[in-house]
């Protein structure tokens, strides 16, 4: 054995940079949040070279006191906390005091700051030699701080062989910045990459302003195709917006999922949101949302990870709950909608009590009280969150349901070839006592035996015919399902499972659910388990890979959708097989009856696969495209 020594301080910071600052953009993650903690109002970014040769990084933040500048660049030296509770509840991006000492330990960094508002009083600083010994000399600036990164890596060779192209190190702090200024809208920010400005954004408040910023950060398209919404339950929050399902992507790099300002990846939120969409989500797409969780600090530790990118939360099956039950109502909502009257933007907002959340099945959230807005803009685009009353099955779907789920003979009379009950489709065809149209209007024509063609207020609304037929079918079997229950049916030869203690403990206490979801599970021993019953609809499928897979989700998330996500798999196609195919030809009553419908039923703007069911032009878009009224 050599002799121990001490690590010079630059090699010792050098270390923790390993941890924290891998490329330029992590300079940047660190840099931002530090002026975000001093209260800073605008920040300005400048960087050089995919930030390589330099980043600057400018605030109005409340700066650094003479006294206190050395120290910043000190390791372990922060302002944020002070001692053990201060960490357990912390509200600042920063707490571990180490990466202005960490960066300045790879790189040239001059730090320079004013307390004052007269700027002949600002200092400047930097650290020197093995030692890091900080030199101080007076300089003019405004009041705030500056943070200057040249030659990030010059004395770490290593590191600098990871870096890659400029454009690829531009890309990652472009990403950097972007999550940065959707953290905060409060905050003007700017960036600027070699004397070209790319990003230039005011502070706003205004959720119209809010909008206009998202827009410019991941288009228009994404604004124009979300949801808006803000639900509150028992010390929780979520706010943001979530895209229509139809505005999907192959790849998941537009999710943005904020805890308390920070953007965090967390497998408890991932599975929350997949699940939410999976009803709606066409196979094997990415859903797109920026999100905003906000839960006391004193709930979820934002110590587990050096660069805190990821959390724990207290009690996650109860955070995955709220996550999860929210999107899923609040994208159950998206249906045809009228005209609004405001030129709002649309949302969803809901105040739940604490019964709502706790009762069982998926009707929790849509007892709330929920507050609807309308937005043209957005009914022109398609699909918009509707004001509609939950009643999901409409009058004409009676419960003589069948065997397979109740999707029965009275719904085929009105689709059907027949046409039989025509004085109850003709009322679907009419306005209401009132005068008023539907929100998507009244039929017109077929087209080539695929699309409906109906005219409401705005203009026109074209419906894929299979498409709207299949969702509707769909949704009706599922509340049949919820209804009675699933059917189960006993196995001729049990299957026995050999778990662990934990997995058959853990199975043993959702006995009563697994019952609920039609798996009677018995334990026979301690690590042995038999299924004597399943699902009638689950004949075919692997019993014994289901409950392992189920208790597996139940020992991580603490919930777990997979009988009921195969159920529903089962379902859709059966829903599929079951619907008007194309070319068949319809009634004007008949089409009449399944606009009705779809505006009755819930996630009626795509089918089972995600497509969208319909597209409304309006007269206004038609004017346009011919050139009228100029
Ligand atoms: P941490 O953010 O974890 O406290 P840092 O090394 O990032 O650690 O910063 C050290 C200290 O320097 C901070 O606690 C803060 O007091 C001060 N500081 C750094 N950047 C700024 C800034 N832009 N404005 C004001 N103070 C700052
Ligand atoms: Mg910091």
Known sequence: MTKIKKLDIRLANQIAAGEVVDRPASVLKELIENSFDAGASQIDVEVEAGGVKRILVRDNGCGIDHDDMALALDSHATSKIYNLDDLEAVTTMGFRGEALASISSVSRLTLSSNVTSQAEKGWQAQSVGRDMNVELSPTARPSGTTVEVEDLFFNTPAR?????????????????????????????????HNGKVIHSLRPCNELLDRERRIAKLLGQGFIDNAIHLDVEYSGY?????????????????????????????????GHAVRQAYRDVLFHGRQPVFV?????????????????????????????????????????????????SSDGDTKAYSASLTEGQLSQ?????????????????????NGRVMSSAPNNRVGGNFSSTGTQNGGFSSSHQQLYGAGGQDSAAAEALSRPGADGEIPPLGFAIAQLKGIYILAENIEGLIVVDMHAAHERITYERMKTARDDR??????????????????????????SELFLSLGFELQRVASESMIIRQIPVFLASADAELLVRDVIADLLQYGSSDRILNHIDDILSTMACHGSVRANRRLSLPEMNALLRDMERTERSGQCNHGRPTWTAMSLAELDKLFLRGR
């Not at 600098?160 to 531009?170: G, Y």
């Not at 069982?360 to 022109?380: E, F, N, P, T």
């Not at 030869?493 to 206490?509: F, N, R």
């Open 160 to 192: 600098r062989k990871f870096l890659r192209k400029e454009k690829t190190e531009f890309n990652h702090l472009d990403e950097v910045f972007r999550r940065n200024a959707l953290g905060s809208f409060s905050t003007g920010l700017s960036l600027t």
């Open 237 to 269: 929050r979520l706010q943001g917006w979530v895209a229509q399902p139809t505005f999907s992507r192959s790849q998941a790099d537009m999710q943005y999922f904020f805890v308390n300002q920070r953007v965090i990846k967390d497998k408890v939120i």
């Open 291 to 339: 999100l905003y969780f906000s839960v006391d600090p004193s709930q979820v530790d934002v110590n587990v990870h050096p660069s805190k990118h990821e959390v724990r939360f207290r009690d996650s099956r109860q955070v995955h709950d709220f996550i999860y039950r929210t999107l899923h109502k609040a994208l159950a909502d998206v249906r045809p909608e009228g005209p």
């Open 360 to 380: 069982q099945g998926s009707m929790a959230l849509a007892d709330a009280a929920v507050i609807y807005r309308g937005d043209h803009q957005r009914a022109a």
């Open 485 to 510: 229950g699933i059917q189960a049916q006993p196995l001729l030869v049990p299957v026995s499972l050999s778990l662990s203690d934990k997995e058959a403990d853990c199975a043993e206490e959702a």
